[in-house]
C-alpha cells in the first residue's frame, strides 16, 4: 500500500495545553526556582519572552522530522522501508499488467518470464510480456512491455535512482530496439511524476515510453516499445507500390498515459500480503 510518512504528534506532552517541548525550554530560561517559586520570579511568566517561543518550535519540529524519518526506514539502523512489496513470481501478466495490457488490443500474449533472484541485500526481478495485433494488410505489430523490480534491503536506492534515470535517457547514441538500430536519445523527454513512491519519472520519445519509481528501498521500471513486421506474401509493399511506409520500429506514444497507471496497479499487487 502507498501511504505518506505518518507526523509525529508533539502538540501534547502530558501536562494538557502546554506544546511539546515546554518543559525543556522553561528549565533552560529560568534556571532554579526562587524562594516561593514561579510566582516570585522577576520579569513574568516564561511565555512573555519571545525566544522562549522560537526554541520550543525548534524542539517541536526536531520531533516531527525525526518521526518522519522513522516512518521511511524499518528501524533506527537506517535499512530501506520496502512498504510491503515482494517478490514471490514473475510480476508480467496480463493481470498485474493492466490497464496498459487492454490498451495495447493484442490478439496475443505471451510472457518472457525472468527467474526471481533473491538474496540478503537485493530481489531482483526482470521480465517481458509481449503482445502481436495485426493491422488486417499483412502488416503486424509486436509490442513489448519489459518490467524491473529492485528491493534493496540493506542500502537506501535514492542517490543512485535519479542518475540512473538520467544515463538511462541520455546514453550516447539512444536505445536500441529489436536490433534494428538506434533510436536517438534526443527524441526522448523526461518529467517528474507525482502522486508514485517518493519519486518518479514518465520518459516518452516516438518509439519507447518508460516510467521509472522508487518507493523506499523498491525500485520499479516498466517501459513499452514496439516494431512492426510482414507478414504477407512476398515482399512488403513500398512507396512504389503506392503503400504508406511502415517503419521496423513502431510508434507506441499513444500509451504514454497508460504507464503511471499501470505501475501504480502494479505496484498495489507487489505489496498485497
Request: hydrophobic letters at 35%; charged letters at 20%.
Amino acid at each position: 500500500m502507498i501511504t505518506e510518512p505518518e507526523m509525529v504528534d508533539s502538540s501534547d506532552d502530558g501536562d494538557g495545553d502546554r506544546p511539546g517541548g515546554v518543559e525543556a525550554v522553561e528549565a533552560i530560561e529560568q534556571g532554579p526556582l526562587p524562594p516561593g517559586g514561579a510566582a516570585g520570579r522577576p520579569g513574568g511568566a516564561w511565555w512573555h519572552r519571545p525566544w522562549a517561543w522560537a526554541l520550543a518550535g525548534v524542539l517541536v519540529t526536531s520531533a516531527v522530522w525525526a518521526g518522519v524519518l522513522r516512518s521511511t526506514h524499518d528501524d533506527d539502523s537506517g535499512t530501506p522501508d520496502l512498504h510491503g512489496y515482494h517478490l514471490t513470481e514473475s510480476p508480467c501478466t496480463g493481470q498485474n499488467l493492466q490497464p496498459l495490457v487492454d490498451r495495447l488490443s493484442a490478439t496475443t500474449v505471451s510472457s518472457d518470464d525472468g527467474p526471481v533472484i533473491t538474496g540478503s541485500t537485493l530481489d531482483h526481478v526482470s521480465c517481458d510480456l509481449t503482445g502481436d495485433t495485426s493491422a488486417g494488410d499483412g502488416w503486424s505489430t509486436s509490442y513489448t512491455i519489459s518490467v524491473t523490480v529492485d528491493l534493496h534491503k540493506k542500502t537506501d536506492p535514492s542517490p543512485e535512482f535519479e542518475d540512473a534515470v538520467k544515463v538511462a535517457v541520455s546514453a550516447p547514441g539512444g536505445t536500441l530496439f529489436g536490433g534494428y538500430g538506434y533510436v536517438p536519445a534526443t527524441d526522448q523527454h523526461t518529467e517528474p511524476l507525482s502522486g508514485l513512491g517518493d519519486r518518479a519519472y514518465l520518459t516518452t520519445g516516438t518509439f519507447s515510453q518508460s516510467v521509472n519509481v522508487q518507493h523506499g528501498g523498491a525500485v520499479f521500471s516498466l517501459s513499452v516499445s514496439a516494431d512492426n513486421a510482414w507478414n504477407g506474401e512476398g515482399a512488403p509493399p513500398t512507396k512504389a507500390d503506392g503503400a504508406a511506409e511502415r517503419p521496423l520500429v513502431a510508434d507506441t506514444r499513444a500509451y504514454a498515459a497508460e504507464l503511471p497507471r499501470t505501475v501504480r496497479h502494479l505496484m498495489s499487487v507487489l505489496a498485497k500480503p
